[in-house]
């Protein structure tokens, strides 16, 4: 390359695409949980599972409602959007159709997604948005300071149940199972790695992708042990691509099966809404109110 005055030196190299680390997708807000808290593991297993795929920062969204878990977006060096409660499903389908091309991941809890946001749950799924959601469930309201939840365990004593909890716990893999995701697993906080490839093929997955999350709270009601005790894997030869076996299993399990129960592919739905582009026409006020005059 010539200088001013006519000489010539060499160009530098080109420098070598940015390596994206676990550190890399965390930003400097340190995790407000209270220590021993699952959700510690989901946020290093997330990220684990981006700097496996080496995705860009800035194509990647994280959104949440109200909760504990919730609070993830502050502590992830993407972008981010921390909604109201219950409503992290909307919002992230909201993104998803205007920009498709974002890899958007919904965080919530077992009280933001299967209790005042269960009536998104279904939908999300059965059209098939390409988002990845994950659900830590902890069988309490822990922001809140421990009152039961929809996935509760029955005769549990919290704040708003002092003589135990009479309501059958929901079963969130089943749901997803039965609402249309197209891909359902579980994993659990104290199994980071496995969780962090779970999470991997999750976002890789086109569609609605359900990952439901063993996530302790050690404050509230700490079920470390009973996890340590029940969580086994799928079993041997498992077909991830039999549906009505994953909701037999699922329906039906006394252990905490981890791991992958079903995927499939199917259409997903921000490309099938923007088939009907071709056919949009320019919107004429005056037109309009003609069909009612």
């Known amino acids: 390359m010539p200088t001013r005055d006519g000489a010539t030196v060499e160009a530098a190299p080109a420098t070598a695409a940015e390596v994206l680390t676990v550190k890399s997708y965390k930003s400097d ?32 969204v994280a959104v949440s409602g109200i909760g504990c878990s919730s609070r993830t977006p502050y502590f992830m060096s993407t972008y981010g959007f921390h909604g109201v409660h219950g409503r992290s499903l909307p919002i992230a389908t909201g993104i998803k159709l205007a920009n498709p091309d974002l890899t958007v991941i919904v965080f919530g809890g077992d009280g933001d997604l299967m209790a005042i946001g269960a009536g998104h749950f279904p939908h ?7 988002l990845t959601c994950i659900m830590m469930d902890n069988q309490t309201y822990g922001l809140t300071k421990a009152q039961a939840s929809p996935t509760s365990f029955l005769d549990q004593k919290t704040k708003s ?43 890789e997955h ?88």
Request: aromatic letters at 12%.
């Open 206 to 293: 086109k569609g609605f992708a359900f990952i439901h999350v063993q996530s302790p709270c050690a404050e509230f009601f700490n079920t470390y042990d009973y996890y340590d005790e029940h969580v086994t894997s799928l079993p041997e030869g498992w077909n991830e691509h039999d549906l009505a076996a994953a909701i037999n299993l699922a329906a039906s399990e006394e252990k905490v099966h981890l791991g992958v129960f079903y995927e499939e592919e199917r259409p997903i739905y921000e490309k099938a809404a923007r088939e009907f582009e071709p056919q949009t026409q320019e919107f004429v006020l005056e037109e309009y109110l003609k069909r009612f005059a």
């Open 29 to 60: 807000e340190k995790p407000v949980w209270c220590p021993g808290c699952g959700d510690f593991g989901v946020l290093s297993a997330t990220a684990k599972a981006l700097a496996m795929l080496q995705l860009p920062k800035k194509d990647v």
């Open 124 to 130: 999300a799924a059965s059209r098939n948005v390409d």
């Open 161 to 203: 149940t002092p003589y135990g909890v009479i309501s059958r716990p929901l079963k969130p893999v089943l749901m997803a199972l039965t609402s249309g995701a197209t891909f359902v697993a579980r994993g659990y906080s104290a199994k980071p790695n496995d969780l962090a490839e779970i999470i991997r093929r999750g976002i």
